[in-house]
């Protein structure tokens, strides 16, 4: 019953865009002369005469791929080496799965970096005990101390 249905359907799509697509223009133009024969396209817009010929215009799709926010431990890992300055990044917040912007300053290169679920730690010094800790709060809030 259900493969009766579907057959009938396509075939009614079939004859539907046969029928669509059987009108026929022919169009000839030179150097003061213009002849057009059938209708006209539906979206076909006048031409003058001494026009250069329209350009079809043709929506290019878009093959940029979406970035995708990353989580502390991919930042951590992807960024390798932290450079002293300022940072601005946004960041997947663990504990809400929403991007958050984070920002910080890194007083020297770090010569160590520590990642669990809701904390992001840059460790230098001799004891490794001079830090910046990054927190993410359970609101989807986040705390820079250091």
Not at 2 to 14: D, E, G, V, Y
Not at 17 to 44: D, N, W
Request: net charge positive; glycine share 8%; hydrophobic share 45%.
């Amino acid at each position: 019953m259900i493969c009766n249905k579907f057959r009938l359907l396509l075939a009614s799509l079939t004859l539907g865009v046969a029928a669509f697509s059987a009108h026929a223009q022919v169009v000839i133009r030179a150097p003061g002369v213009y002849i057009q024969v059938g209708r006209p396209l539906p979206l076909a817009a006048p031409v003058d005469p001494g026009a250069p010929p329209p350009v079809p215009v043709v929506p290019i799709p878009s093959d940029r791929p979406v970035m995708r926010v990353p989580t502390p431990g991919e930042f951590a890992s992807a960024q390798g080496r932290f450079p002293p300055g300022n940072y601005e990044v946004v960041l997947l917040h663990p504990c809400t799965g929403r991007p958050v912007k984070v920002c910080f300053s890194l007083p020297v290169c770090p010569r160590k970096v520590v990642v669990t679920r809701g904390c992001l730690e840059f460790r230098w010094g001799l004891c490794l005990c001079k830090k910046v800790v990054v927190r993410f709060l359970p609101d989807g809030s986040v705390q820079v101390r250091g």
